[in-house]
């Protein structure tokens, strides 16, 4: 064969494939779709589609009181101990702040 039947052929198989693919997820859409109207049906995302992350809005890092105690000197003490992944713990779980956050709220009152 030529290099031109052989380019043919491929554009054909890329162009049969193509078209699979967008029929095959516009059929698992029209599916879903109509599991979603009756109300049952699995929990399931179609290929390539990324869960909705829901963050919780951030709130201030200066706001350090929790429960009457001072959250600066919490992690002061944490530190002090060497318990630094405790501290982290104990800023995410009162500000409910992301890890990336707690850890630089953490390293900012290392000693």
Known sequence: MSVTA???AGLVAFGLSFWLTLRL????QLTKS??????GG???RPWGQTP???RPALPSLTLSQFKGVDLD????????QGKLIDAVKRV???????????KAYVNERLP
């Open 6 to 8: 052989f380019l043919i």
């Open 92 to 102: 995410r779980e009162t500000n409910g702040c992301s890890l990336r956050d707690a």
């Open 42 to 44: 699995s929990r399931t």
């Open 73 to 80: 000197r919490q992690v002061r003490d944490l530190l002090n």
């Open 34 to 39: 109509k599991r979603g109207a009756r109300g």
């Open 52 to 54: 909705p992350r829901s």
């Open 25 to 28: 997820q516009r059929s698992r």
